[in-house]
Structures are given as structure tokens and as C-alpha cells.
């Protein structure tokens, strides 16, 4: 092909964007001619070729999305075409034509990896369908690839925010329950991130590419609860106007998440109990129950061992749930996890809000390291929304944080450099709380290391690193 040939292939930065490329391969001119002109009014970029040599050459200086070629032909046939074209670039779509209309020319070019076929003489509005609908699907598989890496990617996790030796022993627990078909059950205060860990568990299974649903079971009206879990049939209850699936019919092959399982009724309890043992459902209104494969996560702030002790939740469901347990601490005992939290944040509401902060300023992150934070990591989250809305759009400082009174004279210039405050302000905060702790622990390292929640060799280290005098 001539170099002036190959350059007409590239897109020009002044034409409109074209559909696709397509490769029209045809020792019949008349043939070749007019496919090609009906693909181009539909704004296909086309070139073409007279034989199957010549469309072999064109397949390994460009790129096609799209091959149209006729089964027989002088020097290569369709068939060594399409086996070039798969060999150079298995994403293209190939397309037989031929005359020859007989099974054995059809099935052994879709045998050989050929996307489909149509006969001459060519109906051109079939032939601009066939690829029209083969290039739409192709784009919808790719866009589902694409959504399926970018969940496992933003739930991988090498991706959950944290510094801690706490949650470093929570990812384990995660990485290790979550390929086997184990029952979950995920412990911890409010605003922890129980649902990120679950998420987690999830994308770590080989549910992966199937459904997590999540249902929040303190969020529902005892009457609906039961309808939303299992389903019902028109006519089981007033107002049932036609057949529903419940979550864990919509959910099969995937995960369901019951988030505040707790707050699960005594009945529905009984009904779960049925789901996790027997593997099946009744929906409402049902004459026999139904097969479900679903793998169920709950979460719960309760303590569900005193919940069974005072009669308000079922002993066996409890064990039954309980079989894997993963408690998430509260941020109060993880504040080492406060400053990556908070960079995340602010990136995630830079994106929301369309702002451009840098991050915290000194004083702000000691006094988001000081807080008590009772409603753990989504408190902190809302804190850093409710500042970044006050601040001047850079720095997040003190007097944005709700609650601050408003800035004076004497408030501390936000950081100017390259953040070596924010380091310096964790370092500050690490030494002063390992010196806490060896204080209470009157210099005993071992019990210092062990309350810290690292290994002695990690805690010299840091003696070491922190200029901390050993008493």
C-alpha cells in the first residue's frame, strides 16, 4: 500500500468523528463499491480491498473495527482472512459474504471465529444491521468489563483507606473469608465503615460479577420488611397488584447485605434462619418455597449475644450468622487512619463539588486528631463536606470546622510548601501518643508494643525514629 494510501487511513483532527473503520474485501468492484459507499453515508470511515492478500496487508497497517470479506477470492480467501484478522487483533469483527449459499461455508467460518454471515447477492440493509448490531454489543460487553474492573479496583483492598494495625487485621480477616462461601457477620459501632467491609468481602469472593444488594433492615416497616426479603404473589395481601421478587431472588448467584440485622423482627428471624440452612425462600402468598444461592453479609451495632440474652433475638440465628465474625473498631482507636481519611475525602469532594483543595492545615489536622469522634468515619466525612462548603476553596482550616468559632489574628497562616506540615503534624501526634501509652505502661516496651497493637521490633523502631528518650 502507498504511503499516501496509509495516511488517507488516519482520522482527520478537522472531520467528524466516523462510527467505525470497516475493511471491505471483494474482488467483485461493483460489489465492494457500493458497500462501500452505503457504510461511509452512514458515517463508517471504509477502505478497500481487492483480494485477500491485499486485505491482509491493510489488516497489518491498520486498525479495523470491522471486516467485511467475501468467502472466495483470488490469492487468500475469507477463511485466511479472518484468520489473519484474529491473529493480528482478536477484538475485530469479521463478516462473511458468500454466494456460495450452503451450511458448509457458513459454519466453518463460524467455526473459525467469524461474527456472522450474509449471502450475495448482498441486501445492503441487512449488511448495515449485522454490524450496527454487532458493534453495539461489542461496546456494551466493553462498557461492563470496564464498570466490572472499576468495582474491583475502587473495592480492592489495597484501595480501603487506612494506616492502622487495626484495620491492617481487618483486611486480613477480609482477604482470607472472602473467596469461601462462609456466612459474614460484620460488628462495630455506627459510621465505621461496616458496608465499605462488606463491599470488601464481597469483591474479594467469586460472587464478584454477580449483584451485591444491600438492605437496610432498621429502615423498613415491619410489614413491607418481609415483602422486600422474600417476594409475594398478587393477590396475598391487600394491595398486591401483581407477583414481586423479593432481594434475595434478585440478588441470586451474588451477595445480599443486611445491614442493622439486629433490628430484624422475631418473625422474620425465624425466616432467615430458613434461608441460610436450607438455602430456600417462601415468598408471601407461595404454596411451596423456591431454591435460592445467595451468600448473606450482615452488619449489626448491637451486641447480638446480649440481644439473645434478653429474648429479642434468636439463639440459632445468631450462630448461624455469627460463623465469621469482622469487627470494625471505632475511629477513636484508629486515629493513625484520620489523615489518609481525610485526604480521601477532601479528593472525593474536590470531585463532587467541583473545588480545588489542597487538604487540612496544621492546626486543623492536631485538632481533628484530638476529637472524640463519636459517630467515627462518616462523622469525619461530614466534617470535612461541612468545611470545605465554609472554606475559601485551598486550605481547610480550623474556623471552617463546624462548630469553630470565627477566625481572629492570631489563627495560625495556612501551609504554603509541599506538606511537609501535614507530616509533621502526624509525627507530632504519634509521639506524643506512644509516650502516653509507655507512661501508663510505667517503660514496660512488651505491654507498651502489645497496647499499641505492633510488634516490639516496631515500637524501638519508632523509639528510635521519634527521638523518644528510653526511660
Not at 493480528?88 to 473459525?112: G, N, W
Not at 449483584?211 to 396475598?236: K, V, W, Y
Not at 507530632?428 to 517503660?443: D, L
Amino acid at each position: 500500500m502507498s504511503e499516501s494510501k496509509a495516511r488517507s487511513m488516519q482520522p482527520s483532527p478537522f472531520a467528524p468523528p466516523h462510527r467505525g473503520r470497516i475493511l471491505i474485501a471483494d474482488d467483485e468492484p461493483g460489489v465492494r463499491e457500493s458497500l462501500a459507499e452505503v457504510f461511509r453515508e452512514e458515517g463508517y470511515e471504509v477502505a478497500q480491498a481487492p483480494d485477500g492478500k491485499a486485505a491482509m496487508a491493510l489488516l497489518e497497517q491498520n486498525d479495523f473495527d470491522v471486516v467485511i470479506s467475501d468467502l472466495k477470492m483470488p490469492g487468500a480467501d475469507g477463511l485466511e482472512v479472518l484468520q489473519r484478522a484474529r491473529e493480528l487483533a482478536p477484538q475485530i469483527l469479521v463478516l462473511i459474504m458468500t454466494a456460495h449459499a450452503t451450511v458448509d461455508s457458513a459454519v466453518a467460518a463460524l467455526r473459525r471465529g467469524a461474527h456472522d454471515y450474509f449471502l450475495k447477492p448482498v441486501i445492503f440493509d441487512d449488511a448495515l444491521h449485522k454490524v450496527e448490531s454487532l458493534l453495539r454489543h461489542r461496546q456494551i460487553a466493553w462498557e461492563n468489563q470496564f464498570l466490572r474492573t472499576e468495582a474491583n479496583r475502587h473495592w480492592s483492598l489495597g484501595n480501603i483507606v487506612s494506616r492502622s494495625a487495626a484495620m491492617q487485621r481487618v483486611m486480613e480477616k477480609v482477604a482470607k473469608v472472602g473467596p469461601t462461601p462462609t456466612t459474614v457477620l460484620v460488628t462495630g459501632d455506627s459510621g465505621v465503615g461496616k458496608e465499605v467491609v462488606a463491599r470488601a468481602v464481597h469483591h474479594s469472593s467469586e460472587r464478584r460479577d454477580q449483584m451485591l444488594l444491600t438492605i437496610n433492615c432498621g429502615a423498613i416497616p415491619d410489614t413491607l420488611l418481609e415483602s422486600q426479603l422474600f417476594g409475594h404473589l398478587r393477590g396475598s395481601f391487600t394491595g398486591a397488584v401483581s407477583n414481586q421478587e423479593g432481594l434475595f431472588n434478585h440478588a441470586r448467584g451474588g451477595t445480599i447485605f443486611l445491614d442493622e440485622v439486629g433490628e430484624l423482627p422475631l418473625g422474620l428471624q425465624v425466616k432467615l434462619l430458613r434461608v441460610i440452612e436450607a438455602k430456600e425462600i417462601h415468598p408471601i402468598g407461595a404454596a411451596a418455597p423456591s431454591v435460592v444461592d445467595v451468600r448473606i453479609i450482615a452488619a449489626t451495632n448491637r451486641d447480638l449475644a446480649a440481644e439473645v440474652a434478653a429474648g429479642r433475638f434468636r439463639e440459632d440465628l445468631y450462630y448461624r450468622l455469627n460463623v465469621f465474625e469482622i469487627h470494625v473498631p471505632p475511629l477513636a482507636d484508629r486515629r493513625e487512619d484520620i489523615p489518609p481519611l481525610v485526604e480521601h475525602f477532601v479528593h472525593v469532594h474536590n470531585i463532587e463539588m467541583n473545588r480545588h483543595y489542597k487538604g487540612v492545615d496544621n492546626a486543623t489536622l492536631k485538632a481533628l486528631m484530638s476529637m472524640p469522634w463519636k459517630g467515627n468515619v462518616r462523622q469525619l466525612d461530614n466534617v470535612i463536606e461541612h468545611a470545605m462548603i465554609l472554606g475559601d476553596g485551598e486550605w481547610i482550616h480550623t474556623e471552617d470546622l463546624p462548630g469553630s468559632p470565627p477566625a481572629n489574628s492570631a489563627a495560625e497562616p495556612a501551609p504554603t510548601g509541599s506538606g511537609e506540615e501535614l507530616r509533621d503534624a502526624v509525627r507530632s501526634y504519634e509521639k506524643a501518643h506512644i509516650e502516653n501509652v509507655m507512661a501508663h505502661c510505667g517503660g514496660d516496651k512488651k505491654e507498651s508494643a502489645r497496647r499499641l497493637g505492633i510488634a516490639l521490633s516496631s515500637l524501638y523502631r519508632k523509639l528510635e525514629e521519634l527521638e523518644i528518650r528510653d526511660h
